[in-house]
């Protein structure tokens, strides 16, 4: 975002590896608080996903033309957590404000709710183990799935992994 520009976002976009830049401005509804690069398809660099953030939802978008234009895919409480395998399928999108995890198939171009039990912080693939801040369980920091999602397993919980002492002398 750039100040002093009321309703409108700005992405920039180089091709030659940051010597030039190309500057698109993205016009934002006034509920509408910031915009965020959230991936781009590893194998399509003008396949991008996004979201258009605002206080009660996030608007997720992609574009397909390196972010010149952008259409609605969803909206949802909150999209922080986003993995797309190196592949190119599946992508998994999640947050932290909202227990569903939501999943594509088709390389992000369409997404379909895979489980409303897991609030996820981050998400990131390493080869085929997708990994992610948060779980099921309030107390798991991190966890991962070998499923793409389907399940998860906590690999560190607070308390048990992570001594936690309180409160804050801050």
Same mark, same amino acid.
């Given at each position: ?5 009321? $309703? ?9 590896r940051g010597r030039?830049?190309?500057?698109? #401005? ?67 999108? $999640? ?5 569903t995890l939501w #999943? ?10 895979? #489980? ?7 998400a990131h693939y390493? $080869? ?15 966890? #991962? ?20 002492? $309180?409160?804050?002398?801050?």
């Amino acid at each position: 975002l750039v100040p002093g520009e009321m $309703g409108a976002a700005f992405l920039f976009r180089s091709d030659d590896r940051g010597r030039t830049w190309q500057t698109t #401005r993205l016009d934002m509804d006034p509920a509408q608080r910031g915009f965020v690069l959230l991936a781009v398809d590893p194998r399509d660099p003008d396949h991008l996903l996004a979201r258009f953030t605002s206080a009660f939802a996030d608007r997720i978008v992609q574009s397909f033309d390196g972010g010149q234009t952008f259409t609605d895919l969803t909206s949802l409480p909150s999209a922080e957590a986003i993995a797309w395998h190196p592949s190119g399928n599946p992508v998994v999108l $999640g947050g932290a404000a909202d227990p569903t995890l939501w #999943r594509s198939t088709d390389g992000g171009r369409t997404f379909e709710v895979l #489980r409303d039990d897991l609030a996820l912080g981050c998400a990131h693939y390493v $080869g085929d183990v997708l990994w992610g801040c948060g779980g099921v369980e309030v107390e798991t920091a991190v966890t #991962r799935s070998f499923d793409h999602g389907e399940t998860f397993e906590p690999v560190m919980v607070f308390v048990e992994d992570i001594p936690v002492e $309180g409160p804050c002398a801050a």
